[in-house]
């Protein structure tokens, strides 16, 4: 387990619900992984993310669906492809990502606390 952080620390990470309105394979990545692009509406709008998310998604299904991710780190360079946010998934029983998804439709753009 990590240290703890303060409220202060945890506020200044900016994780929002966004719907993936488009997704593709990603064949140039050194590990098996899906492009991404997020529509977190209002002034953050669409950014893309690269996911390891092979296992379980495959890219039409995940199109509609709404996802959590941080959306303040820099962007990174994967393989030539600009991630600018960090999509939000925990490992099942085998290690593979499952995605951080509401219960429920919210808006776009949503943060959480």
Known sequence: MAGQITIEEFERVE??????VD????????KPAIKLWVDFG????????????TDHYTP???IGR????VVNFPPRRIAGF???VL???????NGAVVLLRPDFKVPDGGRVY
């Open 23 to 30: 997704a593709q394979p990603f064949p140039g990545a050194r």
């Open 42 to 53: 209002g002034a953050t709008g669409v950014k893309r993310s690269s996911a390891q998310l």
């Open 82 to 84: 600009e991630s600018e």
């Open 60 to 62: 039409d299904r995940l």
């Open 87 to 93: 999509v939000l998934g925990l490992p099942d029983e």
């Open 15 to 20: 994780m929002r619900v966004g719907t993936i």
């Open 66 to 69: 709404q996802v959590v991710a």
